[in-house]
Nanobody
Framework: QVQLVESGGGLVQPGGSLRLSCTVS????????LGWYRQAPGKGRDLVAS???????MYEDSVKDRFTISRDNARDTVYLQMDTLKPEDTAVYYC??????????WGQGTRVTVSS
């Protein structure tokens, strides 16, 4: 059974930084795409960033130039470096991993609060 365990969320002031980590039990090399969604209070779940097996990345417009997604195959971990955080980045962030057959595994979520 594949499990995704996230860490790194917390409370940060506007303009600050956080790094989220998501460790996948088993090998992330078997996964096609890894990434992060977020769900703000009272809103739906939106894709924030993704990274493919070849290292290609995609970002939602509002986080471009502020967030960076990366993967470490040796550690079976995907990261989301979040800089210049804004109050509107406040959300629960969910890691996901998609298999080549399009099955998606989800993490339990980690809360990020940006507030002064």
């Amino acid at each position: 059974q594949v499990q995704l365990v996230e860490s790194g969320g917390g409370l940060v002031q506007p303009g600050g930084s956080l790094r989220l980590s998501c460790t996948v039990s088993g090998s992330i090399r078997s996964m096609n795409t890894l990434g992060w969604y977020r769900q703000a209070p009272g809103k739906g779940r939106d894709l924030v960033a993704s990274i493919s097996t070849s290292g290609g990345t995609m970002y939602e417009d509002s986080v471009k130039d502020r967030f960076t997604i990366s993967r470490d195959n040796a550690r079976d971990t995907v990261y989301l470096q979040m800089d210049t955080l804004k109050p509107e980045d406040t959300a629960v962030y969910y890691c996901y991993a998609e298999t080549p057959r399009k099955y998606t595994y989800w993490g339990q979520g980690t809360r990020v609060t940006v507030s002064s």
